[in-house]
């Protein structure tokens, strides 16, 4: 019985009212209609023992409906034992990574620290369908959402100063991209790794919008930009998550990914996760039949 559970357990507080009705009834004693009152008592035990008066042969006659009812509740909670053909199903909540590939990053040694907090979230997430976007002046869907993260930790470590053309940092491409990439933004999650260039109104308008439909933004800062390169605001990426989200440091990254991988699992559904059971439910609450045809034949 390792690994056997209740798939609804809540059904178990309706045996506490059947428990206090076994416990009246045996205290009531076995009832005769009031003919035990007026029959003298041998002639009451001999009617009993014929079946005619109740409180006949087996004190727990009266218990029997009860025994019914009991079967039907615990086959209600539904005692379930783990199956070994359980379906494989597939996680659709897919996380994006969008790394912020414009001059001020690429050409400098914030490019490395980028590659290394991509692939410490895709260590993180293992098993969760992740994608990859590139962006500079323009957004590039470098790969769909897969959960084979060997085909990511490829593509990240070949990234150098020449993999994405163009000048220029539009974060809001990468978001908006970020969006039509999966139907369902509802089951998104944006990680945006940059160093915060490029955050203007349109980038704060495409994240509102990206928050608007369910989906969640976060901003990993990464630091070391290209000494030619002016400093971007500290508050950027601020910016970005203030419609939903949160901005994070690269050394918390390891913590990022930990969030992410629960927020996961929250989304499960119960009903799913049922699957992987086999409900001996159905089984228990038909042995409720047998109390309930044995008073049909006391009554024949």
């Not at 490019?111 to 098993?127: D, E, I, K, N, T």
Request: proline content about 8%; aromatic content about 4%.
């Amino acid at each position: 019985m390792t690994g056997a559970l209740l798939l609804r357990p809540w059904w178990l507080a309706a045996l506490l009212p059947l428990l206090a009705l076994a416990w009246w009834l045996d205290r009531r004693g076995p009832s005769a209609g009031g003919w035990e009152q007026v029959m003298p008592p041998q002639m009451l035990a001999a009617m009993q023992a014929l079946g005619v008066l109740g409180g006949g042969p087996g004190r727990w006659a009266a218990m029997r409906p009860l025994g019914a009812v009991a079967l039907l509740v615990l086959g209600l909670s539904g005692p379930a034992l783990p199956r070994a053909d359980a379906p494989v199903l597939r996680r659709t909540d897919s996380v994006l990574i969008a790394i912020d590939m414009s001059p001020s990053v690429a050409r400098g040694p914030a490019l490395a620290q980028a590659q290394q907090v991509a692939a410490a979230l895709l260590q993180g997430l293992a098993g969760r369908p992740v994608g990859l976007i590139l962006y500079s002046g323009e957004a590039y869907a470098a790969s769909a959402p897969t959960t084979d993260p060997r085909t990511l930790q490829t593509l990240i470590a070949v990234l150098d100063r020449d993999t994405v053309p163009g000048h220029g940092s539009r974060p809001a491409a990468a978001i908006g991209l970020a969006a039509r990439m999966l139907s369902d933004a509802g089951q998104v999650v944006l990680v945006l790794i940059s160093d915060g260039g490029g955050v203007d109104a349109q980038a704060v308008a495409e994240a509102g919008r990206l928050a608007d439909a369910g989906a969640r933004l976060w901003t990993v800062r990464i630091d070391g930009a290209a000494p030619e390169a002016p400093p971007p605001p500290v508050d950027a990426l601020d910016r970005l998550t203030r419609a939903g989200g949160q901005a994070v440091q690269a050394a918390d990254v390891d913590g990022l990914a930990a969030r992410l991988d629960r927020g996961g699992d929250r989304r499960r559904d119960p009903a799913l996760s049922a699957l992987g059971y086999r409900d001996l439910g159905p089984f228990l609450a038909a042995l409720a039949a047998l109390p309930l045809l044995q008073m049909l034949r006391r009554r024949a």
